[in-house]
């Protein structure tokens, strides 16, 4: 059974929340102050983090950096009325996985999370000896999302290993925005060339030489990227 951390202040919803979540299976933890929860989640073995973003105490995005400084992967959907697309970003930039803008529609938050089990599948599918993808003295592992680069040894989020993922698997091909979008988001709701390009970004600072002339994750402009491991 997937366990949910289920952070939200407003108690109706929460309520509801927990009845629907509960309904399809999942166990749920719930807090409503941002303070508590990130004791709750070091203390718990989640599967996913609902967050709202503006919670009494501390506040989502903080809560999520701390999440992922501490290392962990597990995968965080926020759950807030901010529908800027600005405020998107500066939630996947946190390490965030997803967003969903209050109000919303209980089937499609449920689609939502199955998509993020789904792909967190595919991000770890494969046997072991697929499980670290080497090219030209960097190394990228698909289970503890440690990347090396020239500049030593960074843990990626969740997105960025699957970003990277799904470059290397296309080594070779262009692949579009949309692709990406597609395959790591699963919808096209987030401002597609910040979002995409934020991560690719992130990337080059990892893998490359000299990021302002890629070598591996290379614009094709117009269209999209395309990975070469070189070497």
């Known amino acids: 059974m997937k366990t949910i951390l289920l952070a939200e202040d407003d108690t109706n919803l929460a309520h509801g929340l927990v009845l629907h ?34 919670l009494p105490g501390t506040d989502g995005l903080s809560i999520c950096r701390q999440i992922r400084n501490d290392g962990s992967t597990v995968p965080v959907l926020f759950l807030t009325a ?24 209980m089937a499609e938050l449920l689609a939502r999370i199955q998509g ?30 440690e990347a090396v680069g020239p500049g030593g040894s960074v843990r990626l ?3 960025e290993c699957m970003v990277a993922k799904y470059l290397v698997e296309r ?3 262009v692949v579009s ?14 401002p597609t060339n910040r979002t995409v390009d934020n991560f690719i970004l992130k990337l ?23 990975f070469t491991r070189g070497g």
């Open 21 to 54: 979540l509960e309904a399809e299976g999942y166990q749920v933890a719930h807090v409503d102050n941002g303070n508590e929860v990130l004791s709750v989640f070091r203390d718990g073995m989640f599967d996913l983090v609902l967050l709202d973003i503006m």
């Open 82 to 105: 901010r529908d800027q697309s600005d405020q998107k970003v500066e939630g996947l930039i946190a390490g965030g996985d997803d967003y969903i803008t209050k109000p919303f529609d």
């Open 116 to 145: 993020i089990f789904r792909r967190q599948a595919w991000l770890m599918a494969g046997d072991s000896t697929s499980e670290t993808f080497e090219f030209d003295g960097r190394s990228l592992n698909y289970k503890t999302f």
């Open 157 to 159: 989020t969740h997105k």
């Open 171 to 173: 080594e070779g091909e």
């Open 177 to 190: 925005r949309d692709q990406l979008l597609d395959a790591v988001w699963g919808y096209h709701t987030y």
């Open 204 to 226: 080059r600072k990892i893998f490359e030489n000299d990021p302002a002339n890629p070598v591996h994750f290379e614009t094709i402009r117009g269209v999209g990227y395309r």
